[in-house]
C-alpha cells in the first residue's frame, strides 16, 4: 500500500487523512494536527502492525543535518498524534508504545480512490424551535364562603 502519492487518502476507524490537502478529518470534520505528528501518522500507517524504532521516526521527521534533542522531539510528535487522535498510552487504539522498541500502528487502514469525494461531516440537527409558553391568565379567588368566618376576625371590645 503506497502512500507516498500527493494525492493519496487512507482511512481508519473515523478517521481519514488527506495527504495533498495536509489533513486529518474524524467524521469529515477537520481535526487540528502539526505538520510532525501527521507525518508521523502517515510514516506508521505505512507498515501497520510493524514495530518502528524511535531511530526510524527520527530519521524520517528530521533531516540529518538537524539539531534538536530527538528523544523530545519523537515524544513531543508521538504525544501530539495522540491527542489528536484522542489515544491513550495506557489502553492505545492506534499508537502503541513497544516499550524499549518503538511504536506499532494498531488501526485498520483502508484505502480511499482517489474520485471519492472526502467524507462528508455529520449533518447537525437543526436546533430545536422556539417554544413560547403563555403565562396562565390570572384566575380570580373564588369569593368566600358566606358561612364561613373572615380570616382575621376583628378583636372583640372588652368591657
Excluded: C
Amino acid at each position: 500500500m503506497d502512500r507516498s502519492s500527493p494525492d493519496s487518502r487512507f482511512r481508519f476507524d473515523q478517521f481519514e487523512v488527506d495527504l495533498s490537502a495536509a489533513e486529518l478529518r474524524r467524521n469529515g470534520r477537520r481535526v487540528p494536527i502539526q505538520d510532525k505528528p501527521l507525518r508521523l501518522l502517515v510514516f506508521l500507517s505505512q507498515r501497520p502492525g510493524e514495530v518502528i524504532s524511535r531511530s526510524e521516526i527520527q530519521e524520517h521527521l528530521w533531516p540529518p543535518d538537524t539539531t534538536v534533542v530527538f528523544e523530545d522531539g519523537v515524544n513531543t510528535a508521538v504525544r501530539k498524534l495522540r491527542e489528536a487522535l484522542n489515544d491513550n498510552s495506557e489502553k492505545p487504539r492506534y499508537v502503541e508504545t513497544v516499550r524499549l522498541r518503538g511504536y506499532r500502528f494498531l488501526g485498520k487502514i483502508r484505502t480511499v480512490p482517489p474520485d471519492l469525494p472526502p467524507a462528508p461531516a455529520p449533518e447537525t440537527p437543526p436546533a430545536p424551535a422556539s417554544v413560547t409558553i403563555d403565562e396562565p391568565e390570572a384566575v380570580p379567588s373564588p369569593p368566600p364562603h358566606p358561612i364561613s368566618p373572615t380570616p382575621n376576625p376583628p378583636p372583640h371590645p372588652r368591657g
